[in-house]
């Protein structure tokens, strides 16, 4: 069973920085796409960005280019979203989650949630302004 745990979320003031981290472990397959979706009060969940485990190809939704960053470490099993120039259009809770199906679809799928199995707990991210 694949499990996700995020780590990382606070509190920051606008223009600021955070780091969100992704423990993934139980992976049966080595071809899996890790991605981070949020969610903010009264919106539906929007996919921000992810990474494919095989070539290490990166997606990012038009809000969020330029200023956030995937990367993983593949040595900790641990997939980071490095956010900075944040904005409070940019709270909500942040989900990691992760899907072997990507290979069926075009990568203009990769950020909708419907591709996505398995989900971690989520972790809050504040902006204030």
């Known amino acids: 069973e694949v499990q996700l745990v995020e780590s990382g979320g606070g509190l920051v003031q606008a223009g600021g920085s955070l780091r969100l981290s992704c423990a993934a472990s139980?992976?049966?397959?080595?071809?899996?796409?890790i991605g981070w979706f949020r969610q903010a009060p009264g919106k539906e969940r929007e996919g921000v960005s992810c990474?494919?485990?095989?070539?290490?190809?990166?997606y990012y939704a038009n809000s969020v280019k330029g200023r956030f960053t995937i990367s993983s470490d593949n040595a900790k099993n641990t997939v980071y979203l490095q956010m900075n120039s944040l904005e409070p259009g940019d709270t909500a809770v942040y989900y990691c989650?992760?899907?072997?199906?990507?290979?069926?679809?075009?990568?203009?799928?990769?950020?909708?949630?419907?591709?996505?199995?398995?989900w971690g707990q989520g972790t809050q991210v504040t902006v204030s302004s």
């Open positions: 989650t992760a899907s072997y199906r990507y290979t069926y679809y075009n990568s203009r799928y990769y950020l909708g949630h419907a591709l996505y199995d398995f």
């Open positions: 139980g992976f049966t397959y080595d071809d899996y796409v």
């Open positions: 990474i494919t485990s095989g070539d290490g190809s990166t």
